[in-house]
């Protein structure tokens, strides 16, 4: 079979995420490749290594761009809390896009891989790392800023966005209403709101 060229490489990558975000790593098997890539196996291993590296360039590709999206929102805005709250009102969306999962690709595969697939486990809790990372600089930022007080410690405020975020994700995956899941969202984005520094509770 002639080698997959770099085009037809990036469509089946891109495939790939989207079975893999839908159907986890385990329950994806190799015929649901085959059958979703179009591709042999020989095919498949010539091109990606394997199922494991399939799955950890998968996990990049959709890392890589949701960092995108996020710095998108963060750099739209002159404050640093103003982009971190617009970006949780903007996760309450969630029920209301065409997405494979609402739940982050990065926290399913923690959440299901094991010891066996130890690097493909690292690899997501390293781009966790990297989302976490960009909360962190964002408060930082804030308490430069002088929105946030001095005594306000980023990393523990990043910590527990990244936190928020998460369970906000999985319970966007619950059979609920959006307007339930967007009510939480601005919930969340208050409270972000609501550390600037003098702040009487938070703006509506």
Request: glycine letters at 8%; aromatic letters at 6%; charged letters at 30%.
């Amino acid at each position: 079979m002639p080698r997959t060229t770099r085009h037809n490489r990036q469509e089946s990558l891109e495939k790939a995420l989207t079975l893999f975000w839908l159907k986890g790593f385990h329950a994806t098997s190799l015929k649901d490749l085959e059958t979703t890539l179009d591709m042999r196996p020989g095919s498949i291993y010539a091109a990606f290594g394997s199922k494991d590296q399939l799955f950890q360039e998968a996990l990049s590709r959709y890392a890589q761009r949701a960092l995108a999206e996020l710095d998108r929102i963060l750099w739209a805005h002159d404050s640093a809390l103003d982009g971190l709250a617009a970006y949780l009102r903007q996760l309450g969306g969630l029920r209301e896009r065409e997405l494979p999962s609402r739940a982050c690709m990065l926290v399913k595969s923690l959440l299901e891989l094991g010891d066996r697939e130890a690097a493909a486990r690292e690899k997501a809790d390293t781009l966790l790392d990297g989302m976490e990372a960009r909360f962190i600089e964002r408060f930082a930022a804030a308490r430069a800023q002088g929105e946030l007080a001095p005594d306000q410690d980023p990393v523990r405020l990043g910590g527990r966005l990244q936190a928020e975020v998460m369970g906000l994700r999985s319970y966007a995956q619950r059979d609920i209403e959006s307007d339930a899941l967007k009510a939480l969202a601005e919930d969340m984005a208050q409270s972000v709101e609501a550390l600037r520094s003098g702040s009487q509770g938070g703006r509506a």
